[in-house]
């Protein structure tokens, strides 16, 4: 992203970041992967950075980066570090195979924020998986268009997609792994004595991470949910610790969960005599801010309809 807005602004310095993030992966390729099999994959790697190469140089001659090819930019991440994984898997001795989520996950045309089509990408998983013995190795994040086009799934993207796949394949578990110690009381950050929640409910996680809680964003939940599937929250840096367990039933009767915050909140207050009575002003007032694309997080209504 930032190599691309370097591009972007005319600044001829894209060209060695560019150079540094190719360096990055040849370097993983030959710390990680014999001799014997380098040379494919490094000049896999270095066939789909000069395509990176060839996309930035357009956006640096047209000075112009569009939401469709930012997405398209944004995929080389993710299809360079799965592909080297696979391989590095490979290289082991286990039988893994790298797959590009892009030909089994189906969207619309929403760049940077792609809706899922899940009735044709619940088929082409299950078709995918259907003579597939190996470990798959994909690519997180990242789809098709109708039309072909490389989209994005927004935020929390991989974890979204880790979802897709366990949702059509009726997992019995979905793993999130991430860099804390599962859902917590409270943010870490601001309340030094949170501690983790050992298991909780899908609507408490999802009231949890609408308001502020950043481990794992309601989208993620819904395939799971739909299938009722146990969605595991573990840190990478503490993977012995049990970390939260998210299923159907709320456990061990406490009452409340965690607390969670949200800060740059905007707090909109609508009152006066001409809102009595007055037909259609919640019409007219949300109306405006979807057309604006503002997301509401919260409503309070007066019971006199004044406010």
Not at 80 to 106: F, P, Q, T
Not at 208 to 234: C, D, E, Y
Not at 269 to 280: A, F, Y
Not at 282 to 289: D, E, G, I, K, P
Request: charge should be neutral.
């Amino acid at each position: 992203i930032q190599i691309s807005a370097l591009a972007l602004e005319g600044n001829q310095e894209y060209k060695q970041k560019l150079e540094q993030l190719q360096k990055r992966h040849l370097e993983v390729i030959r710390e990680l992967i014999g001799v014997q099999k380098q040379s494919r994959i490094l000049a896999q790697v270095k066939i789909k950075i000069n395509e990176l190469e060839d996309v930035l140089h357009g956006v640096f001659l047209v000075k112009e980066r569009t939401p469709r090819t930012l997405d398209y930019i944004m995929s080389f991440g993710e299809r360079l570090s799965a592909y080297i994984i696979a391989e590095v898997m490979k290289d082991c001795g286990l039988a893994a195979e790298y797959l590009d989520a892009r030909n089994v996950i189906r969207t619309d045309h929403h760049y940077g924020h792609a809706k899922v089509d899940f009735e044709v990408t619940n088929k082409q998983i299950r078709d995918h998986f259907k003579h597939r013995q190996e470990v798959q190795i994909i690519t997180g994040f990242i789809a098709t268009s109708e039309a072909g086009e490389t989209t994005t799934l927004g935020r929390s993207g991989s974890d979204y997609t880790a979802a897709i796949f366990a949702g059509a394949l009726h997992a019995t578990d979905l793993e999130i792994w991430t860099d804390v110690d599962g859902m917590m009381t409270a943010d870490p950050r601001l309340v030094k004595k949170a501690f983790t929640v050992p298991q909780m409910s899908y609507e408490e996680a999802m009231e949890l991470s609408h308001f502020g809680a950043k481990v794992i964003f309601p989208a993620t939940m819904q395939p799971a949910m739909i299938n009722r599937i146990p969605i595991w929250i573990k840190n990478t840096f503490n993977p012995g610790f049990v970390g939260t367990v998210i299923h159907a039933e709320s456990s061990n009767g406490k009452l409340i969960k965690g607390i969670s915050s949200m800060n740059g909140i905007s707090l909109l207050n609508i009152q006066g005599s001409g809102l009595l009575g007055v037909v259609g002003v919640s019409m007219r007032l949300f109306a405006t801010l979807a057309r604006e694309k503002i997301n509401v997080i919260l409503i309070s209504q007066a019971s006199s309809e004044h406010s």
